[in-house]
């Protein structure tokens, strides 16, 4: 399950995949418990039954609705979505702060101020030459050498070989977080905490979202073609067509 951005000023609808068959099984409009709502009813209570997991990002209205709905399903969280929330709300944070501390050294300042790329993107995806550049960055500066390690092991909850192991690394990264010193670590330690079985989920059921990012961006090309859609119904059956999924 995931999220589109129908039109500009935050109004969206969710779209509900089938993982296997990667077939568009309905849309609609809004991103609420209420909204998704009718999907379930579609579904009836046998399909709802056989629903074993649900992959998502941390939205909490679609999570107690599956919860309610589906009382047996195991809600998993898609790395994608947590390790691009800890990259704005830890990365971005430490990075601008280290920033504001050199006021005083323009140069020092003005290399950390055009870092965020180099952050954010993952190590093996960077051109050559730019892993020298990153190496001498956290070199320079504990604070972000040690948020930069930290999304490396936040990671490694997905890759765990089962629960017992990604429970065991969640407790240890959240011990670290809690003795880094850094308060916007620590914040988002203290809110991923709600969220941890989710992730520990991820090691039995190896669900993630990434087809439904790549459907997204054809959804946003078929809008685009058409110059928006006027009316969402028709809008939706063109999403459908376009995702039949797999043939048999």
Same mark, same amino acid.
């Given at each position: 399950?995931?999220?589109?951005?129908?039109? /500009?000023?935050?109004?969206?609808?969710?779209?509900?995949?089938?993982?296997?068959?990667?077939?568009?099984?309905?849309?609609?409009?809004?991103?609420?418990?209420?909204?998704?709502?009718?999907?379930?009813?579609? @579904?009836?209570?046998?399909?709802?039954?056989?629903?074993?997991?649900?992959?998502?990002?941390?939205?909490?209205? @679609?999570?107690?609705?599956?919860?309610?709905?589906?009382?047996?399903?195991?809600?998993?969280?898609?790395?994608?979505?947590?390790?691009?929330?800890?990259?704005?709300?830890?990365?971005?944070?430490?990075?601008?702060?280290?920033?504001?501390?050199?006021? &005083? &050294?323009?140069?020092?300042? /003005?290399?950390?101020?055009?870092?965020?790329?180099?952050?954010?993107?993952?190590?093996?995806?960077?051109?050559?030459?730019?892993?020298?550049?990153?190496?001498?960055?956290?070199?320079?500066?504990?604070?972000?050498?040690?948020?930069?390690?930290?999304?490396?092991?936040? /990671?490694? @909850?997905?890759?765990?070989?089962?629960?017992?192991?990604?429970?065991?690394?969640?407790?240890?990264?959240?011990?670290?977080?809690?003795?880094?010193?850094?308060?916007?670590?620590?914040?988002?330690?203290?809110?991923?905490?709600?969220?941890?079985?989710?992730?520990?989920?991820?090691?039995?059921?190896?669900?993630?979202?990434?087809?439904?990012?790549?459907?997204?961006? /054809? #959804?946003?090309? #078929?809008?685009?073609?058409?110059?928006?859609?006027?009316?969402?119904?028709?809008?939706?059956?063109?999403?459908?067509?376009?995702?039949?999924?797999?043939?048999?």
């Amino acid at each position: 399950m995931d999220e589109f951005a129908l039109f /500009k000023g935050h109004r969206y609808a969710t779209v509900v995949v089938d993982a296997e068959t990667q077939q568009v099984l309905w849309v609609g409009e809004g991103r609420s418990r209420v909204a998704v709502r009718p999907f379930f009813t579609w @579904l009836g209570q046998e399909g709802c039954a056989a629903i074993e997991s649900v992959a998502m990002d941390m939205n909490t209205a @679609l999570d107690l609705e599956v919860r309610e709905q589906c009382p047996q399903a195991e809600v998993v969280y898609d790395l994608f979505h947590v390790v691009a929330k800890f990259g704005r709300e830890v990365i971005d944070r430490v990075r601008v702060d280290q920033a504001n501390q050199l006021r &005083d &050294d323009k140069k020092a300042r /003005k290399v950390i101020k055009r870092s965020r790329w180099l952050l954010l993107r993952n190590a093996e995806n960077l051109p050559d030459g730019h892993e020298v550049k990153l190496a001498e960055l956290l070199a320079a500066n504990q604070p972000l050498n040690t948020v930069y390690v930290m999304k490396t092991a936040l /990671k490694e @909850l997905w890759y765990a070989p089962d629960e017992e192991v990604a429970q065991r690394r969640w407790n240890e990264w959240y011990r670290q977080s809690q003795e880094s010193g850094i308060k916007a670590l620590q914040q988002f330690a203290d809110k991923l905490k709600s969220y941890v079985s989710g992730i520990i989920a991820s090691a039995t059921h190896r669900l993630n979202t990434s087809v439904l990012e790549g459907m997204n961006n /054809k #959804i946003k090309v #078929i809008k685009r073609m058409a110059y928006g859609y006027r009316d969402n119904d028709y809008f939706f059956m063109k999403i459908k067509a376009a995702f039949p999924g797999k043939a048999r």
